[in-house]
Each structure stands twice: as C-alpha cells, then as structure tokens.
C-alpha cells in the first residue's frame, strides 16, 4: 500500500488487534488521498495484511545482521499470547495470518470496527452505493451536480477520541506524536466514496441504538454543553459532543470510557436516504384587477375570510411546474385588498422549495405566463422569469426608502375658498406617529412606526372639494 511507509505499521498492527476496520485505521495513518478510500474493503483488508506481513520480514532480516537486535514489533501492552489479543470485553480476538486470506477475508468482514461501528465498512461498498442511487432515481429530480452528506450519530466522537488516545500513547513510547488534526475525519472518508459535487443534496441519516448511552458520560463531566433546544430530540446532538470532548481532561475521559472502545455486535443502521434540489426562486410583476382579493390569504384566528388571494393565484401554477414541495412569496410592498394594482404592476418573487423540475426554457416560461393569466380575470402577470437568490435581496432593498405618490378627493362641510388650503403646499416633511391599523393587526404587532409625508400639493376645485396630493414615505397609511 503505496501510501503507508514503515513508520505506521506500529498503528496498523494496534488498530487491527483491537478491531479497526481498514478505511478507520487508513484514517489514523493520515492517509488523504480518495482513491484509496474508494477500494473495496476486502482489498484494503488485503493490502494491509500484506503491508504487515512485508514489515515484518524486514524486521527479521535486521535482526539477523545485528548482535542481540532489540524486537520491533509493538504488541498491545497487555498481550502476553504472541498474536492472539483480548479486546476490551475480555474476548479472545485472533489476529489471521497474511498468509491464510480466506480466513482473513471470513473474520474481517463479520467484525463491526470498534471506532465507525460499521460506517465506512457496510455502508462504503458497491451494494450501498447503488441504493442510494436507486433512491434518487426514484424521487425524480431535475439536477445537474450534487452534494452528498452524512447525519452521524454523536457517539462516533466519543469512540474516534478513545482510538486517537490509543495511538497517541503508542506512538509517544515510540518518539512520534499524533495531533488530532491529522486525522481524515470520517465524514470526509465517507463523502468520497460517493465522489460529491455541489447543488442537489443527497443525505444519509445513520443510527446506532446499541451504542447511544455512550455519550451521557460527558454530561456529568461538562453539563453546560448539553442544553435543551428547540426542535432536538436530543441533547446528546454531535456539536454538543464535540464541544464536550474539547473540555474534557484525557484522563477524565479515560475513568469513563475504554480505550481502545470496544466493539459492538450491530452494525449502524441507516435510518433513511433523503433527496433534496436546491431552491429556484421565479420573478416577476402582477396586476390585480379585483377590489375582493388580498395579496396573502386572509385567515383570522384559523377562519378564512376570503377563497383566494394573488399568492395563491400565482403559486398553484408554478407549484405544479416545478413539482415543488412548498413556496415562500415575498413582493416589493403590499397593497390593501380592496386596491387595485395597475400600470407596470407591482414586483414579486416566489421561492419553491425542493423542486423536481429546474430547467425551464424562456420559451416555457412565457407559456407558463400565459397559463396564469388565462386562469383568472382577478389577476395578470408579466416579466415571469427565473432569478438567483441574492435578485429577491436587492427586490427587497430599500423599501423602507421608496416613496409613494396618492391623490384623494376631500369634501369638506364648510365653504371653502383657495386661499383656506394654501398653507397645505408650505408643509414639508411632516412626521406622523403611526399605530398599526386594526384591520391588520392579527398578522402584525401593535406598534407606534414613524412614517413622513414628504410633500402636499392642493388643487381647488369648487368651495366644498379640492384634490390632494400626497408624496409619503411607504407604509404611511
């Protein structure tokens, strides 16, 4: 094996004894390279035995060249029986012979590492791979790069921290020193495997139930780690671990947990396999033609006061589209729902969370246009297309800058001459202390908000009316 020299047999030969599988015990060599890890484990079982095996001989060879040569080879500290080890339970553990590959392979392969609990032995095979390929195939999605990623229990922490102080005290009985950077972390190991890339994600949750009492030690030894979260099951979650076996003293973790951990009898169990596309956010400009329609629905206290609302006007045909599973709208301000929007029409933009179907030709879009325009006569879109993320933030921007022009016909009770409403003209950058209205205050809170009327414009009309022009900062009601 190319990319371990002398200096790690001394680890390959410990790891194994205690029941390290190939890819872990590749890990702790600080072996980096992907290609390595993507071998079969048979292989990689092979090709470790092998490397031993061709240590050893040079071993023997210097000991015949010298006078009384001291033994090289590192045995477990208490391994009184050549090659036959105990492991942590007490059992005896045999060591194949390089030479007896048949055996080796049987052994190896029933053995559940002591350090991934099976993770990158079952679950980094052929067989595996083509699960998780069967289950994107399956949910058919549109995608043309992907990221994969692992949900690891919190225990594989606690169990890596044990096998690096392990080899840690190994290593310094032989003059070398092992930092905990230097270890390919397992999650790493694993993302090669599948060879990842970016955008569409595919997940993997793994679970270990005979194993999960294995981090409540850390509880008692660094109680302000572990504290209730909203939406956790758990307060053991793998950051709170890792924050803990920061804290910890090693030989505070040693009292409580063996070294070199034991092996279970059950592999991890992969919970289950999730698909997931990016979000694609489409934008554009509506119309409202309706003086009966809100932007959003209107539901008040789990009552819905209106059947439909420009939202969903919109959503229901890019939903279907896109083969989303929910939608987020956002707009460039609102309007009430007895106003119309007309002109240019006012900008919009929904996100649709997970979709199926991202590519979409302009020549499509258009088509999609014109199916929600031919669905109803309340509502017209235009400008519909497809946008990134960071268009919505600059839609956004500002809104509290934007200015707004009105003009309102006045009736008044008295008798009125020109002269009486001059004064309006004068008024510049009125500030006004603005409650929240009634009639939204059950989706926004009771506040007092600053809004200022820039400027006022009158034009007399008859001694009972004149017109008013307003230009307010947005949001002035």
Known sequence: MSSLTEKDSPVVQLLMNTGTCPRCILRFCCVGSQVIYRRPYKDLMKDLKEFLKNNEEKEVTICFDEVDPPCKRIRLEHTEEGRDDLNHNGALQQIPSANDDDTAMKNSIVKICNVCLGILQEFCEADFVKKVCQKVKSADYQFTSFVFSVSLPPQLSVRERAAWLLVKQEMGKLGLSLAKDDIVQLKEAYKWIIHPQFLFEVSVVFAHPETEEECRFLATACPDCFKPAKNKQSVFTRMAVIKALEKIKEEDFLKHFPCPPSSPKNLCVALEIQCNNGAIFVAGRYNKYSRNLPQTPWIIDGERKLESSVEELISEHLMA??????????????????????????????????????????????????????????????????????????????????????????????????????????????????????????????????RIIHTMKCEYIDEHHFRLHLKTQAGTY
């Not at 996100?351 to 199916?371: C, D, S, Y």
């Not at 510049?428 to 600053?450: F, I, N, S």
């Open 321 to 450: 589209a896109f083969k989303a599973d929910s939608f987020n709208f956002s707009s460039s301000g609102r309007e009430d729902v007895d106003v119309r929007t007309l002109g240019n029409g006012r900008p919009f933009a929904i996100e649709l969370v997970n979709p199926r179907r991202i590519h979409f030709t302009a020549e499509e879009m258009k088509g999609l246009q014109q199916t929600i325009n031919n669905s109803s006569d309340k509502i017209q879109v235009r400008d519909l297309q497809l946008v990134t993320r960071e268009a919505i933030g600059r839609m956004k921007e500002g809104e509290e800058e934007k200015t707004k022009t009105y003009s309102a016909l006045v009736w008044t009770d008295e008798a009125i001459q020109k002269e009486d409403i001059a004064f309006l003209d004068d008024i510049k950058e009125l500030k006004l202390d603005q409650k929240t209205p009634l009639r939204v205050l059950h989706r926004r809170p009771l506040a007092v908000r600053c």
